[in-house]
C-alpha cells in the first residue's frame, strides 16, 4: 500500500514538472512585481477562472492549517488547482505570463 501512494506522488510531482518546464520559456522574463499586479478590468475569462481558483484554493488552505491542521485536504486541494490549470490548456494566448507566473507560484 506504500508504494501506491508514492506512485501517485511521483506521478503528481512529474505532472507538476511538466506543466512548469512546457511554460518556462515564456515565464523567463516576468518579474516577481508584474504578478502582484494583475488588472482583473482587463483579465480574460480564463485568467479570472484561473485567479479565482488560486484565491479559493488558498483561502481553503489557509482554513485547514489554521482551524483544523488538516495537511491531506490541503494537499488535495493543490492537486485540484493543478487539474483546473491543466483543464484550461492551451494557456499561450488566453492567460498573460504575470497570471500564469502568479498562479504557478502560488500553485508550488
Do not use: C
Not at 6 to 22: E, I, P, Q, T
Not at 27 to 50: F, M, N, P, Q
Not at 61 to 68: P, Q
Amino acid at each position: 500500500m506504500e508504494r501506491a501512494g508514492h506512485r501517485g506522488s511521483s506521478r503528481f510531482l512529474n505532472r507538476v514538472y511538466r506543466l512548469v518546464d512546457k511554460h518556462s520559456e515564456r515565464l523567463r522574463g516576468v518579474s516577481t512585481e508584474t504578478t502582484g499586479s494583475v488588472d482583473l478590468a482587463h483579465a480574460t475569462a480564463k485568467e479570472k477562472l484561473l485567479l479565482r481558483k488560486m484565491h479559493q484554493t488558498l483561502k481553503r488552505v489557509t482554513n485547514d492549517f489554521e482551524s483544523r491542521w488538516h495537511f491531506n485536504t490541503s494537499v488535495a486541494l493543490i492537486m485540484e488547482t493543478v487539474n483546473e490549470l491543466y483543464t484550461q490548456e492551451p494557456l499561450d494566448s488566453d492567460v498573460s505570463p504575470a497570471v500564469l507566473n502568479s498562479f504557478l507560484k502560488f500553485s508550488f
